[in-house]
């Protein structure tokens, strides 16, 4: 067999033989691979041996047509060909791979070159620098330049214009300054280009400054800047937000010579944009037009935008339109930005119209999708962007990014239920998912649904989809749980997520209000850099426990500024220790630390009289503070027993700022104990803000004053102000009267009137039964009626916490439910039926039952045993009226009789008596009924007339009957009116460790 034919497996188009220089112009003035190649065909028929020049000739009308594979296997046919390239072959090669962009082939070709023994020369390594460039491949274009140097081949300007370019291309402004300054500081001169290419480099970067640095050294070397520097200069600005700047520029141009073209002013318009000059860019747009610039689809949605930033969303709809008729090709950008401008308005229809009419010219785009359908959600049209997403589905563009889209709709019109619907249906095929996770999750954390949240956290680290930073801090803000707090924290650790600030102050925010100081102490330890407001927050939380030593401790060992020791002032004024808080404030003048509105008012709250609130009021005003209404309201408090003093203080207020309603409030109570209710009354007319609260002050004021007429003509006025009474007012009302009928058909009334302003869930709910039994709820829940609970309350357990397991129980089978107010409630030790509303504190049930409860119209009845002398015998009945006063100290409050007190009284029957042996004292089993509601009244009643409860640790210390493990006090019935005026009687009878210290007295 014959040896192949070198000859014969090169391919037809590329056969040159014959006279070829018969057919070199017509291959060098092709403009046509096509034509190339038929020319090339019919050389081949000629069969002529291919040279370096009938090579070069092919190469180069390869470059023109940017057809680099056929110059490629051109020169691998020479190898076959045993044809030796020479320095214009392969500069031809490398130039027509750097037209194309295909530097690693460049380099393959000078590494092949080297190899052969071609000499490299200028123009070669150029055109390889410049596929480097158009490949954005910086570091071999920087490589490429040193090896010139290293084999004593000059660059030039075009070498260096190369790399700084490919700088440019990769953001890399300070390397492409660099460059620029190896090249000034050599025999070259740069040129327009180089500096150009530099100035580009910096715009892309966003770095206005060094760009107008590079322009003050072209000057100086004498280069006039030409339309690309103005250009790129121009968008610099816009990138930097100066579109001051960016307007000198324009009216420079003139004097340069340069005519701005429509490159310079898209830039300028969308600098003025981002400036928010809309007017401005207006304005520039037609002065672009007056100097026959013709716009294009840039400048026209720079224009759109410009105005749709400005919430000018008819200009933006305007010159949308004028595209279609100044016959501007409207794209994908336009009309995004065009729906874009009704962003935050109500025209969704119009957004709707715009993607349906956009359709019709250019497919709608993802980004097309998500911007209607966030109009969509602004405007609370929620459903419409389900709709959209559902046809973006089936038009096969459904992405992660449409997901979030409408998940985001429906957040913005408080729609967590759809939004969690539709988190349920998104695909979950990749990591794209993950921003709509995080839509869902704020959607649901908006409406206070943390469970939900964190069941989605869950979820997604069950699927092994990484939660991102904005995903913990969604969730820990959610979170009602310390706990669950800490716990995602750890876990965020674990990931090396770093958290924001923010996070990290709810968290120690949420450990303070759940008084775990020691904790938040330990989490302050865990934070890479904590800030002022961390180490704040940490001396709070010891204040609000009573540890102001530790509080102290921690601001003199961190460095103290006014936010730390603004807390250190808060920590000692919840311990009351004044002397500390001067000790503060004397500490800050030492260290030169400026008071704050803040400073004067945690240190008006510790003050312990009214006369050093005055004086440090006045001493801040002295130092130029601005004074805060919280300080004078701190004084105010402090008046109760001096209405003057507080009045005086008032209008001290009023000169400068506006009382609110707690101003108006402390005022209010110092003249009801003065019982000064004509003052209160021609004050109160004259205040500028008057809010419920105050109402109820007043109400208190008049009805002590027995003023029933006032006190009516009160509620009359409220309801004129549209501020609805709550029960308080109107049992306060209803007890004035001192009219059995009238009172019962004044309450009545308002619960009329409470029923027609209430949403219906709090009304007539018949879910809540089937919800509570679903919750496990159903051995706590002794009787219910539509709005009303009875609930066992166990003994050691606050009424505040019986409601928050409430709470969280119902939200975790229906949110929408979990809403409950406290109506009455019974002492920690004690045991029994606790009476509770369902739905906020305005809702009808919660004033009905306050209205019934502050009316004394719930009949309580009680089972104690107490301890001392007899009440007589079994069926003997006894009154105690004594009033009582309530006593703050640090270690919490204590009630004592006293004349200076409340009025209380409590009625009672002897049901069983127990003698102790070789004693005059027995112990007694009594049934009580408490008239009024004082705090700690029935324990304090018997402990006033010697009479004490067994088992009470704080009114019967001295107990010689340890027979019970605890208080023994349980509420037995509690009898009232439900909202359609039935009775309502619950009794749950006595408890099993109370039954056996009866059985077991008994037994004796």
Known sequence: MEPPDPSRSIPVYIKIEGHHSQYKGSIAMSTNIKRATSLLESC??????LDQVRCTVALSECRRATAWQLATELLARLSLLRLMPDAVTCGAAVSCLARAAQWEGALEVLKSARQQQVQHNLIMCNAAMNACERGSSWCTASLLLREMKHEKLSPDCISYSSVINACHKNSLWAEALDCLKELQHSSISPDNIAYNSAISACEKAGSWQAAFALLDDMCKRKLPPDLITCSALTSACDKGGEWEMAMAILHQMPKLGVLPSVVTFSALVSALGKGGQWKIAISIFEDALSQNVTPNEVL????????????????????LADMFV??????EVTYNSGIGALDGTQEWQIAVHLLEQMALEVLPGVVSYQTAMSVCGKASVWAKAILLLDSVTKSAQDMPATWTAAISACSSGSQWQAALHLGAQMPKEDFGCCKSYGAVMTACAQQNRWHFVIALFSEMLSLKFPPDCSHFQTAISACRSWEWMLNLLEKSREQSLELGFDTYNIVLMTLRKSGKWDIALASLETIAYPDATHYANVILAMGEASEWRQSLAMMNGHQLDVRTANSAISACERGSQWKQVVGVLQHMHTHHIEMDATTVSAAADACPSWQLAISLLNLAMHDSVQLSIESFNAALNLCQDSWRTALSILVWLSAGISPDHISCGSFLSSCEKAGEWRVALQVF????????????????????????QLTLQLMSQMLEQRLMPNGMHVASAAQALKMPGMSARLLQDSLGLWKANAPEVFIWNSNLKMTLAEAGCH???LASRPGILAMSKPPNMTTEAILEELTDRVSSRDPELACFTSVSRLDFPTSGVLI?????????????LQAQFASRLVKKEYLCLVEGKSLGEVGSQGEIVQPLLTISSNRGSRVEASSLGQEAQTKYEVLQRFPLNGTSMELIF?????LTGRMHQIRVHFSSIGRPLVGDLTYNQ???ANLSPRLFLHCHQMELQDLELKPFAVKQSLPGDLQMVLDNLHKK
């Open 958 to 960: 001295f107990s010689q």
């Open 326 to 331: 100044m016959k501007i090709r409207r794209n």
């Open 779 to 781: 051995r706590e829940v």
């Open 685 to 708: 007319w004259e205040l500028p803000s008057r809010s419920s609260q105050c109402f109820d002050i007043l109400n208190r004021v008049l009805v002590g004053a027995a003023h029933w």
């Open 836 to 848: 509770v509303a369902h739905g906020p504190p305005e809702s009808p049930a919660a004033n009905w």
């Open 926 to 930: 009594l049934r009580v009924a408490p």
């Open 300 to 319: 026209c949605g720079s224009i759109i935008n410009t105005c749709g930033q400005a919430s000018q969303w008819q200009a933006a709809l305007h010159f």
């Open 44 to 49: 081949n028929a000629d069969r002529l041996e």
